[in-house]
């Protein structure tokens, strides 16, 4: 069994751990944290230092309902439309919705714990049963962590508060601090690391070398675009019109070119020969191409399991139910061309159910009853997540309505948070915008090649795009995408007005759903009508204020004191 982490909570709270058998739960409560004590052991080191890593078991769903869904791309159908997940894809998010108030507070808890292990580091001394080296990689970890949260906290919610201390005041706490400065300590954090870190690391969720070289390039590219600021963002944060196109920093551009090379010189990383071996159970420390993953051991050890798996194949073949996250889109099957290799991964309109054989001792996928996700009952599915057959990609079993793990992709499998083709990627854009094309190219093919596609001689900026959502179909890149392209609004209102479910023929009206026979059991009428008022919800309700997301309050719904976005 994997190691099992307690869960620390926002600055001067625990939370207790809970078994949630949906995405969206808001059953945490707060109990007041004991005093620090400098470590005697190596296990308490170490185990410090986990005590960091807890909190983002939480949001690896979370993550998706959020970043996902407030694009063009995903819509949910977690409950009713006034629940979380739902308000989001419908661009409805505001301060006291969970997720933005989930994310925001454990990525804090999750800090609040690293500096209490920095500070534990920095007063240990070695002893017979605590070596140096145990302190070392404590405090490398938990630089770590901490640079990879204020890197998404600066991205989602911009100008953030540094808290560096666990006797942060109470101005500390609450004052927001420039894009830049946030930038400046998440390098800082992540180089420091690096001294403290093992190269490599076969365990993927424990962090290396490879992982904080891989997330500066990550960080830099993002700084490179020189983020908004919330004077810029208060500029469009009512009107429908992108910031101005982005302005690159050069000097930005060829360190994320660095530390993607640090990773690819590195030797340590490769691509997946076969793009479908990246997901499910027999990739996790295994896949050549996973740099850094979030650990999970499920529901009834975690504090909580990977609802990924669960919330984009919530009822498996029970085409009536409504997915709690999916494509918002048929049409977002023909970005893909057929002769893809990534696509029957990414989305599908059909797949042979397991657990229906069609004969006694099937040998082949077709042996299967086969199911079409396809109108007029439902619409494409996700595919990354849904638990197959080993034997025939094609074929998984049925998860069944309301099982949490069951026949679906179980919920212990570890979330990636970064791998190899992230690194290309990275390098490819910062290239293209250092105006070497041609060099982006030969970058960007190797992913082509891959993905049995042709390869470019040159790059272009709508090529590059594109590879990064054929590439990363629903891994929780959409939104980071747009806004650091400046092309949130204009991409929602290109894109979905030009959707099949935008159509009026899909309007929930007493005559639309007769053309539609609705009345007829082969037809779920009444699902097509949600996507239709969420499609039409996006482009009505998109504004420049989702440039960011809202500060919440606190996980015990108290006011944190921190001065909100612009335009909620």
């Known amino acids: 069994?994997?190691?099992?982490?307690?869960?620390?909570?926002?600055?001067?709270?625990?939370?207790?751990?809970?078994?949630?058998?949906?995405?969206?739960?808001?059953?945490?409560?707060?109990?007041?944290?004991?005093?620090?004590?400098?470590?005697?052991?190596?296990?308490?080191?170490?185990?410090?230092?986990?005590?960091?890593?807890?909190?983002?078991?939480?949001?690896?769903?979370?993550?998706?309902?959020?970043?996902?869904?407030?694009?063009?791309?995903?819509v949910s159908f977690e409950g009713a439309d006034d629940q979380n997940g739902p308000l989001v894809s419908l661009f409805l998010t505001d301060a006291n919705n969970w997720y933005p108030t989930k994310i925001f507070n454990y990525l804090y808890v999750s800090i609040g714990e690293s500096n209490r292990t920095i500070e534990e580091a920095d007063s240990s001394t070695v002893t017979t049963n605590l070596s140096k080296s145990s302190i070392s990689l404590a405090r490398g970890r938990a630089k770590f962590i901490?640079?990879?949260?204020?890197?998404?906290?600066?991205?989602l919610y911009g100008e953030v508060p540094l808290i560096l201390s666990t006797k942060a005041t109470t101005a500390q706490q609450t004052t927001r601090r420039s894009i830049d400065d946030v930038y400046t300590q998440i390098v800082k954090d992540l180089t420091e690391s690096i001294a403290d870190l093992p190269g490599y690391d076969q365990i993927r969720s424990n962090p290396s070398q490879g992982s904080a070289n891989a997330i500066l390039a990550r960080a830099y590219l993002s700084w490179a675009s020189n983020p908004l600021s919330q004077s810029q963002v208060a500029a469009i944060a009512s009107g429908k019109t992108d910031p101005s196109a982005t302005t690159w920093d050069q000097t930005r551009l060829q360190n994320a070119v660095t530390y993607a090379d640090k990773v690819i010189n590195s030797g340590?990383?490769?691509?997946?020969?076969?793009?479908?071996?990246?997901?499910?159970?027999?990739?996790?420390?295994?896949?050549?191409?996973?740099?850094?993953?979030?650990?999970?051991?499920g529901d009834a050890y975690d504090v909580q399991g990977n609802h990924q798996t669960h919330c984009t194949f919530t009822f498996g073949f029970d085409l009536t139910q409504d997915n709690h996250?999916?494509?918002?889109?048929v049409t977002l099957l023909n970005n893909f061309s057929n002769?893809?290799?990534?696509?029957?991964?990414?989305?599908?309109?059909?797949?042979?159910?397991?657990?229906?054989?069609?004969?006694?001792?099937?040998?082949?996928?077709?042996?299967?009853?086969e199911f079409f996700f396809v109108f007029p009952v439902t619409s494409p599915r996700i595919g990354k997540f849904i638990h197959r057959s080993t034997v025939y990609p094609e074929v998984a079993p049925d998860q069944g309505a309301g099982d949490?793990?069951?026949?679906?992709?179980?919920?212990d499998i570890n979330r990636i948070e970064i791998r190899y083709a992230e690194v290309l990627l990275i390098k490819a854009e910062a290239l293209f915008y250092q105006s070497k094309p041609t060099?982006?190219?030969?970058?960007?093919?190797?992913?082509?090649?891959?993905?049995?596609?042709?390869?470019?001689?040159?790059?272009?900026?709508?090529?590059?795009?594109?590879?990064?959502?054929?590439?990363?179909?629903?891994?929780?890149?959409?939104?980071?995408?747009?806004?650091?392209?400046?092309?949130?609004?204009?991409?929602?209102?290109?894109?979905?007005?030009?959707?099949?479910y935008y159509k009026e023929d899909y309007k929930s009206t007493d005559a639309e759903a007769a053309k539609f026979g609705a009345a007829t059991a082969s037809t779920n009428y009444p699902f097509f009508a949600k996507i239709y008022k969420h499609l039409h919800a996006k482009t009505t309700?998109?504004?420049?204020?989702?440039?960011?997301?809202?500060?919440p309050k606190g996980l015990s719904g108290n006011d944190l004191g921190i001065t909100q976005n612009p335009g909620y």
């Open 1 to 74: 069994m994997k190691q099992i982490f307690k869960s620390i909570a926002f600055i001067a709270i625990t939370i207790s751990s809970v078994v949630l058998s949906s995405c969206d739960s808001t059953k945490d409560s707060p109990t007041v944290i004991a005093a620090n004590s400098v470590w005697k052991t190596d296990q308490q080191a170490l185990a410090a230092a986990g005590a960091a890593y807890s909190p983002w078991q939480r949001l690896s769903s979370s993550f998706s309902f959020l970043i996902e869904s407030q694009t063009d791309a995903t």
């Open 146 to 155: 901490r640079g990879l949260s204020y890197l998404y906290l600066t991205q």
């Open 268 to 297: 340590n990383y490769a691509l997946q020969s076969n793009y479908e071996d990246n997901f499910g159970v027999g990739a996790e420390d295994k896949a050549a191409e996973h740099i850094f993953t979030i650990h999970h051991d």
């Open 325 to 329: 996250i999916g494509p918002a889109d």
């Open 339 to 369: 002769t893809d290799t990534r696509k029957r991964f990414s989305i599908l309109d059909h797949l042979y159910d397991q657990d229906k054989p069609l004969v006694a001792s099937p040998t082949k996928a077709s042996d299967y009853t």
């Open 404 to 411: 949490e793990g069951g026949g679906g992709q179980p919920n």
């Open 439 to 500: 060099d982006a190219a030969t970058v960007i093919n190797l992913l082509r090649t891959r993905a049995n596609q042709s390869t470019f001689t040159t790059l272009t900026q709508d090529q590059l795009e594109k590879e990064w959502n054929l590439e990363f179909f629903f891994e929780q890149k959409r939104w980071t995408n747009l806004t650091r392209w400046h092309k949130l609004i204009s991409t929602v209102l290109t894109n979905v007005p030009t959707y099949e």
């Open 541 to 551: 309700n998109v504004s420049g204020k989702f440039y960011r997301f809202p500060i």
